[in-house]
Every structure is written in structure tokens, then in C-alpha cells.
Antibody, heavy 120, light 108 residues
Framework: QVQLQESGPGLVKPSETLSLTCTVS????????WSWIRQPPGKGLEWIGY???????KYNPSLKSRVTISVDTSKNQFSLKVTSVTAADTAVYYC??????????????WGQGTLVTVSS | DIQMTQSPSSLSASVGDRVTITCRAS??????LNWYQQKPGKAPKLLIY???SLQSGVPSRFSGSGSGTDFTLTISSLQPEDFATYYC??????????FGRGTKLEIK
């Protein structure tokens, strides 16, 4: 059974960098696609970006200049960094697994989510 | 960017009712449309992928249909555990990968 677990600080100061890690167990991160999604309190889902086993990464254009997704295959983890955060980045952040092909299959495994609050 | 219009935004229904939620894309997305269910405080759960394929373990009362620009999620007979928020997601054109704004399904 594939499991994902987000970890990282729950509070980040404005203008600083938000950093989260997703640890994958029960399956290899060297296959499939892996994604970050966020959800501001009381609002809908926003896709942040994904990477796949070939090394391709794609990001939401609204965040692209501030977002980096990286992978550590030795630890079976992938990470998210969002720079220059503001209160608008306050959200529950989820990591999730996509299909072998991003377009086909949907996000079938999700972490439980972690709330990140941007505040001084 | 492809825009996803999900309707209705909220819906009241009773146990046993048949319910349909729609998602319309601003341009053709072939069959690259997924449906998720989210309960308060929980991560979304994949119900339907590729417009009409039922995700493993999901009850057969859930079904999806459509292609091109118009899609529907149908729950044939509502159960108490189905009251939640439902989202569609297009994966035809990435980035960005667009979610609908959600449909909150409430008990009448």
C-alpha cells in the first residue's frame, strides 16, 4: 500500500521560503508522476506542479517563478519550495501520486495534508 | 488556459436520490477528466479517471461520462457517506492542471 506523508514547518514568515517534504513508502518514487496541490482554508484545490520519472517538471504558471519541486530518490522523497511567501500562500499542502502518464489516471494516492500558515 | 466550469456549486439531496454533477471545459479535453470526493479535514479521494473509469475500490453507484467539453458525475443512489464536496480536474493541458471550483453535496 502506497503511503505519502508531508512534513515541514507549520508557520512561515512573510517573504521567507516555504519548504515541505513528501516521504513515499510502499512504492518507488522512480516511477509514476508526483505532485503538489494546495487548498487555502475554506476554498478549492489549486494544482502547484508535478514531476515524472523521466525528470520532466511542470508548474502552475501563476506560481512558476516562485516554486521548485525536487526529488531525492535515495530517500524516496520529493520536496516543494515556495519563495517570497505572502498570506495568500497560507493553505493545506498535499502531496499526491499521479499515473505513469500524467494525462491519464488521476491522483490516486494522497498525503494527509499539512497546514502552512504565513504570518509574522 | 482551459477553464473548468463545475455546476451546481451546491446541491441538497436525500439518501436514495440520484444526483448528477456537471463539469464543462472551455475547450475540448478529450477524455482527460477526473473526479474527486473530499470530506472535511480529509485529502481528496479519486473516484473516476479518464472521464468514465471507476477507480479501484470505489462503489459502483458512482459513474462518470462525457468527452470533449461536457462531463458528468452521477451517484445513482445517495448514501449517507456520500455527502461531501466533489471536484473535477482536467489533465489534458498542463500546465496548468485545472480543478473545478467544487460542488458541495448536502443533506436535504
Amino acid at each position: 500500500q502506497v503511503q505519502l506523508q508531508e512534513s515541514g514547518p507549520g508557520l512561515v514568515k512573510p517573504s521567507e521560503t516555504l519548504s515541505l517534504t513528501c516521504t513515499v513508502s510502499g512504492g518507488s518514487i522512480s516511477s509514476y508522476c508526483w505532485s503538489w496541490i494546495r487548498q487555502p482554508p475554506g476554498k478549492g484545490l489549486e494544482w502547484i506542479g508535478y514531476f515524472d520519472y523521466s525528470g520532466t517538471s511542470k508548474y502552475n504558471p501563476s506560481l512558476k517563478s516562485r516554486v521548485t519541486i525536487s526529488v531525492d530518490t535515495s530517500k524516496n522523497q520529493f520536496s516543494l519550495k515556495v519563495t517570497s511567501v505572502t498570506a495568500a500562500d497560507t493553505a493545506v499542502y498535499y502531496c499526491a501520486r499521479g499515473g505513469y502518464n500524467w494525462s491519464y489516471g488521476g491522483l490516486d494516492y494522497w498525503g494527509q495534508g499539512t497546514l502552512v500558515t504565513v504570518s509574522s | 488556459d482551459i477553464q473548468m466550469t463545475q455546476s451546481p456549486s451546491s446541491l441538497s439531496a436525500s439518501v436514495g436520490d440520484r444526483v448528477t454533477i456537471t463539469c464543462r471545459a472551455s475547450q475540448s479535453i478529450d477524455i482527460y477528466l477526473n473526479w474527486y470526493q473530499q470530506k472535511p479535514g480529509k485529502a481528496p479521494k479519486l473516484l473516476i479517471y479518464a472521464a468514465s473509469s471507476l477507480q479501484s475500490g470505489v462503489p459502483s453507484r458512482f459513474s462518470g461520462s462525457g468527452s470533449g467539453t461536457d462531463f458528468t458525475l452521477t451517484i445513482s443512489s445517495l448514501q449517507p457517506e456520500d455527502f461531501a464536496t466533489y471536484y473535477c480536474q482536467q489533465t489534458y493541458s498542463t500546465p496548468p492542471d485545472t480543478f473545478g471550483r467544487g460542488t458541495k453535496l448536502e443533506i436535504k
